[in-house]
């Protein structure tokens, strides 16, 4: 589930390789001129990783496949199993927010807590992604080979055929706006569409094979849907992680394909340009530190707690009122 040498990862992807201070810096400018929401970003600290989600990796790892076990019904188990966690927590927990505890929103809990979900995480900040990039990342081999090297990634969603999950659930929406104005009155039952649309089952996503999930938005995503006047979907934002990560999550239905394989090839159904892929030499590591030093990056701040909240909260009242503790 890795690449070999750099020339081999350079065939998937569009590539650059930097290895010198000026080479490092020039991305970095580089980099803040992309700094929008037209691009997503990936960090990893090993550039011979391939782009493959955790329930990939795990499937491979244990030979699921040769095991008889059914890709899909592992994620489907999975997600039930958190559902009904110490009697149905998590979807006590939404649903104190007035939310339902979509299978979207369960996978997005587990892909930020060490589940095994068919997620890839990116980011919207840039120096978001190259604090992944170096983290707990292994010293360079002095080989100059691909072990020397982490990549940072990013995605033009800019495309006519990127996948936002908001695209899919606008076109269905519009179809079925559109067919209920066509009918000149006549009533029709148009509840299994409602369903699909409104319960968001991984039973339902799992057909669109590739979908990105937009990161936090204000009081949900809007959609316009006949019968549920000001529907909203809340599924992406409903822990800590993603929200200080500017996160957005990839979804990869396939068992079996990284998500590279789906960009800059003739042979997939989406009309998407290669990924963007800058590998940087690991000797550089000082150099990364001190730019997300300087931008005030840490682990603290990418890794939100909740005791750190209280434990913050107490000590600046402790500060703020000069109290002489006992």
């Given at each position: 589930m890795n690449y070999s040498t750099l020339t081999e990862k350079a065939t998937c992807f569009d590539a650059i390789d930097i290895k010198t201070s000026a080479e490092f810096f020039s991305f970095i400018t580089d980099m803040k001129q992309k700094q929008s929401k037209q691009f997503i970003f990936r960090g990893i600290n090993e550039a011979k990783y391939k782009l493959y989600n955790s329930a990939q990796r795990f499937w491979v790892e244990y030979n699921l496949e040769k095991e008889g076990v059914d890709y899909k019904d592992l994620i489907k188990a999975e997600i039930e199993n958190a559902k009904s966690f110490q009697n149905e927590l998590l979807k006590k927990l939404y649903n104190s927010f007035g939310h339902i505890a979509y299978d979207l929103s369960i996978l997005s809990f587990l892909q930020h807590y060490g589940g095994v979900t068919p997620l890839l995480d990116f980011t919207y900040n840039f120096d978001y992604a190259l604090f992944f990039g170096i983290d707990e990342m292994e010293n360079a081999t002095q080989n100059n080979d691909i072990d020397d090297f982490f990549s940072i990634y990013a995605i033009n969603t800019n495309q006519a055929d990127f996948p936002w999950i908001g695209l899919h659930l606008d076109r269905e929406t519009k179809i079925l706006n559109n067919g209920l104005k066509n009918l000149n009155g006549i009533k029709i039952d148009t509840s299994n569409?409602?369903?699909?649309?409104?319960?968001?089952e991984y039973k339902t996503f799992e057909e669109y094979q590739l979908l990105c999930l937009e990161g936090y938005v204000p009081n949900g995503i809007l959609y316009e849907i006949p019968s549920v006047p000001n529907f909203k979907l809340v599924y992406n934002q409903h822990n800590l992680n993603i929200i200080?990560?500017?996160?957005?999550?990839?979804?990869?239905?396939d068992a079996n394909q990284p998500l590279e394989n789906f960009f800059g090839t003739?042979?997939?159904?989406?009309?998407?340009?290669?990924?963007?892929?800058?590998?940087?030499?690991k000797s550089l590591k000082t150099e990364v530190d001190a730019y997300l030093s300087k931008n005030n990056i840490d682990k603290k701040f990418i890794y939100p707690k909740e005791k750190n909240i209280a434990k913050q909260a107490k000590e600046s009242i402790i500060k703020q009122f000069n109290i002489k503790l006992k």
């Open positions: 569409v409602l369903d699909k649309i409104q319960k968001l200080n990560q500017e996160g957005v999550l990839f979804f990869n239905s003739s042979s997939s159904v989406f009309r998407l340009s290669k990924i963007q892929c800058w590998n940087i030499h």
